[in-house]
């Protein structure tokens, strides 16, 4: 997988490829970052302007987002605007976009982009939830992980990825380490039992229990539509 992130702070992009998972990731996909002021034009580099109409804050200028777009040389699958008022990321979402073949991710930076950058190159935009950044970086990179961790041979044990809270609309259920005891603690003990049937469904049922607690909203969208009289 290609993917390709276009920004007006770079380094803010660069320096969290050097960490963790992402990291791991590099050696997967073709990771890309590109400057925005590498495209910009006019000697002075520009890439944002003030709004027609006047009102506070800069927006990104149209000309060194579609100039970059254009010298990749290849079409992308999906050209990604990380815009607050986007869809929400998902689990599901992750999933599908993991399943592509070149990405490109859009980060808006001061009051977003200009309009026509939307209108014409984006297919699809996301949020990471409800709240203002003051860039699209830090999101663009939530996205990121989010679809890394998916690629095959990205984790040491690809069951790992599929247990995780909300592939199938739950959560996630406890886990526990060793030791077995602390600080008066117990791990329950079916975990130490050796019985997998009996993790299994104690596991389904914590997952159940919790997601009934903290996210009802996820449980009653996987309760299948009332039957109707036909």
């Given at each position: 997988m290609r993917v390709d992130i276009l920004t007006a702070v770079p380094v803010q992009v660069t320096g969290a490829l050097e960490l963790s998972v992402i990291r791991r990731a590099r050696g997967l996909l073709d990771?890309?970052?590109?400057?925005?002021?590498?495209?910009?034009?006019g000697r002075h580099r520009q890439i944002d302007d003030y709004p027609y109409g006047g009102g506070a804050g800069m927006v990104l200028k149209p000309e060194p987002i579609f100039a970059c777009l254009e010298a990749l040389g290849s079409a992308p699958d999906e050209v990604v605007f990380l815009s607050p008022d986007g869809e929400v990321l998902t689990q599901h979402l992750a999933n599908t976009l993991s399943l592509k073949q070149h990405l490109v991710l859009i980060?808006?930076?001061?009051k977003g982009v200009d309009q026509r950058v939307r209108d014409a190159l984006v297919t699809r935009e996301i949020s990471i939830g409800d709240y203002v950044l003051s860039g699209g970086e830090l999101p663009a990179l939530v996205l990121l992980d989010a679809i890394a961790r998916l690629v095959p041979g990205m984790l040491g044990d690809a069951a790992s990825a599929l247990s995780d809270s909300f592939q199938d609309g739950l959560l996630g259920a406890p886990t526990y380490t060793r030791p077995a005891v602390f600080r008066g603690?117990?791990?329950p003990a079916v975990l130490c039992s050796g019985d997998h049937d009996r993790i299994a469904i104690w596991r389904e049922a914590k997952r159940v229990g919790k997601t009934l607690v903290r996210r009802p909203d996820l449980l009653e969208a996987l309760e299948p539509p009332p039957a109707t009289e036909g």
């Open positions: 990771i890309r970052v590109h400057d925005l002021r590498d495209y910009a034009v980060a808006g930076h001061y603690m117990e791990v």
